[in-house]
């Protein structure tokens, strides 16, 4: 078993509001981990307590077996990461995006060189490649999104919510490409959304958020068995409702 | 942006000033020739300043008689009224009244008059020597003191408006510079969603500071540089048109030493200046909201330099420390061509502390946790735990 993801009692206070409660979990490499939970039930500030942009008020993290409070660098190096809020550099082109995020990550100049056109080959950006990012659809920005997480090929990727917005034709290529990147790259990725057929069709294991504390942790049948439902809708709305 | 705050004023205040300044010469010389209407009592006529007046072509001299009121309502007329009895007056060697009428609110007339008092102060010169003569006197017996100012001042510097201007000029356009580029670099970045992005990366807090900052800085100073040498060829090139090539009222020379300290101080200035704008527009949450700072930062930056212009202010252990006011009155000294080494070297490190704090605090603010995500800054978040 190799550990690639270690969230350790995380814990995190925004004042005198416990935003998120005692979280525990553990991603194995090539694992596909959906994080579910309503709106406000802390998965964002997990995601961002992961990726180290946020300091846990308790409990630690831990990516690639490197701490991120204490070998931060070594962590970063080793995550790509993803949430809503993050937006493409409006003035750049994405070969002239993924090449600064890539020196950003110090990457070396002949392997960047390579990753970048495989990325750009593989996420079909050719078409738009030259155009500046502010003029880009929105499913073309999040290929190029998820694309500069990957520049410098890290271990562990954490994606929130990438299908969000997105057409069917975009969030299939992105599905398809997650599944990829664990089953064939074994990377390790969590994978954070609201579209519940979407952690039917990928996720090896879940854990269900809500109100800041895990609900559930396990795989998705072992939800269904436990609350009793046919569907994971089902399960989680009764998880949910129950607590 | 960058082509606005740096290259656009390069280009503009020659273009403008040469501008106004042909507009300017092109004004005068169509006032110059540009006839007017000269109304004269009758009594005049014959008189030395009819016969003086008679010889100025662009007057159109008319004998009549005329109060003050009947050239009210007029356009370009002027109106000159000599006594009766100026020749008796002229001969027992006494003062003869000449007065001289006209609107002050017409720029044509005010003009005209001055070139008009002008030749009567010629002729009231002539007459003058001429009586002197009379009682073989020499010029010299109506004025027994000749006062002559002499200018101790070093051969280095410049004159006293020009060196005093200059350093507020330049930091003027340091906080032009610096200031849009702040904003855009931190309110814009959080209000685009990239700032999170950079955190998420490998490059620490340090390093994304200290590249905005240095960014910050050479605008800054790229700006500084650019306009003020393009401001002052472009008043040279105005005072060339303009026919005033005086070259000590636009010249500056300084030496090498006190070249070395001004570049010193206005680098020190800068990062100062820079790094009180990145700690202020931090806290703002919004591209708009960070603009609202504008005013209030150029007042609390631009204050204390102008009250270097408080008659009698000068660099001493009362202004040394404080900040903008004492860079200020060092510059002002430099450019005059006389300083005080310790004075100098005060300012400097005051600078030095002043910048270091400053920069202490953007950092302090860029660190915080609702930075880094982009959500709203309140001040008092910033120091609680």
């Not at chain 1, 008020?57 to 831990?62: D, F, H, K, V």
């Not at chain 2, 009428?101 to 020597?129: E, G, P, V």
């Amino acid at each position: 078993m190799n550990t690639l993801i270690e969230a350790n009692a995380l814990s995190k206070d925004f004042g005198d509001f416990r935003a998120v409660d005692n979280i525990s979990f553990q991603v194995e490499a090539g694992e596909i981990f959906g994080l579910l939970g309503p709106n406000g039930a802390g998965k964002t500030t997990t995601l961002r307590m992961l990726s180290g942009l946020l300091k846990p008020s308790e409990g630690y993290a831990e990516i690639a077996g490197f701490s991120m409070a204490k070998q931060t660098m070594d962590a970063k190096k080793s995550l790509g990461f993803l949430t809503g809020n993050m937006d493409l550099y409006r003035r750049l082109n994405p070969q002239e995006l993924l090449n600064y995020f890539g020196d950003l990550y110090e990457t070396p100049a002949k392997e960047l060189h390579e990753r970048v056109e495989f990325l750009i080959d593989a996420f079909g950006i050719t078409p738009f490649v030259d155009r500046y990012c502010e003029k880009l659809s929105t499913g073309q920005k999040q290929r190029v999104s998820i694309a500069r997480t990957l520049v410098h090929d890290p271990k562990v990727v954490i994606l929130d919510e990438p299908t969000t917005g997105l057409d069917i034709m975009s969030s299939e290529f992105i599905l398809q490409f997650i599944k990829k990147m664990a089953k064939e790259e074994q990377k390790t990725l969590i994978f954070s959304t609201h579209n519940l057929a979407e952690v039917e069709r990928l996720c090896d294991r879940i854990a269900v958020i809500h109100q800041g504390k895990m609900m559930y942790l396990g795989d998705v049948q072992g939800l269904k068995t436990q609350t009793k439902q046919e569907t994971l809708n089902q399960a989680f709305f009764h998880l949910v409702k129950e607590n | 942006m960058i082509y606005l705050i740096i290259l656009m004023p390069f280009f503009l205040y020659p273009i403008m000033l040469s501008v106004m300044g042909n507009i300017q010469v092109s004004q005068q010389e169509k006032m110059s020739a540009q006839k007017i209407a000269l109304w004269m009592s009758p009594q005049s006529e014959g008189s030395p300043v009819f016969q003086l007046l008679s010889k100025d072509s662009s007057l159109n001299i008319e004998l009549r008689d005329f109060e003050a009121e009947d050239l009210k309502g007029t356009e370009k007329t002027m109106g000159i009224i000599v006594a009766a009895t100026y020749q008796q007056q002229l001969d027992a060697g006494l003062s003869t009244p000449v007065q001289l009428l006209w609107d002050q609110s017409q720029d044509i007339l005010s003009f005209r008059s001055r070139s008009i008092k002008a030749q009567l102060d010629i002729l009231n010169k002539q007459y003058t020597f001429d009586r002197l003569a009379q009682k073989e006197l020499t010029p010299e017996f109506i004025q027994p003191f000749v006062v002559q100012s002499v200018d101790l001042s070093p051969q280095e510097g410049g004159n006293h408006l020009l060196t005093s201007m200059i350093p507020i000029m330049i930091f003027f356009f340091i906080v032009l510079g610096c200031f849009q580029i702040a904003i855009d670099i931190t309110a814009g970045e959080k209000e685009r969603n990239t700032l999170q992005t950079l955190y998420t990366s490998t490059a620490t807090t340090k390093e994304i500071i200290g590249g905005k900052f240095f960014a910050l800085v050479s605008v800054g100073l790229t700006s500084a540089t650019m306009n003020l040498t393009s401001l002052l060829v472009a008043m040279r090139l105005q005072a060339y048109i303009l026919g005033k090539a005086d070259a000590g009222t636009m010249a500056l020379s300084l030496s090498p030493i006190a070249i070395i300290w001004v570049i010193v101080l206005v680098f020190l200035a800068t990062l100062f200046i820079g790094a009180f704008i990145m700690a202020i527009v931090l806290l703002a949450n919004t591209y708009k909201e960070a603009q609202s700072y504008n005013a209030p930062v150029m007042m609390v930056i631009l204050m204390p330099a102008m009250m270097a212009f408080m008659p009698g202010l000068e660099l001493n252990m009362d202004t040394v420390f404080i900040p903008m006011l004492n860079t200020t009155l060092a510059l002002i000294s430099l450019l005059k061509g006389s300083f005080d080494l310790t004075m100098l070297l005060i300012v400097t490190v005051a600078n030095i502390l002043y910048g270091g704090l400053a920069l202490y605090l953007a950092s302090f603010t860029f660190s915080n946790e609702n930075v880094i995500t982009g959500e709203k800054v309140k001040l008092k978040d910033l120091f609680s735990k």
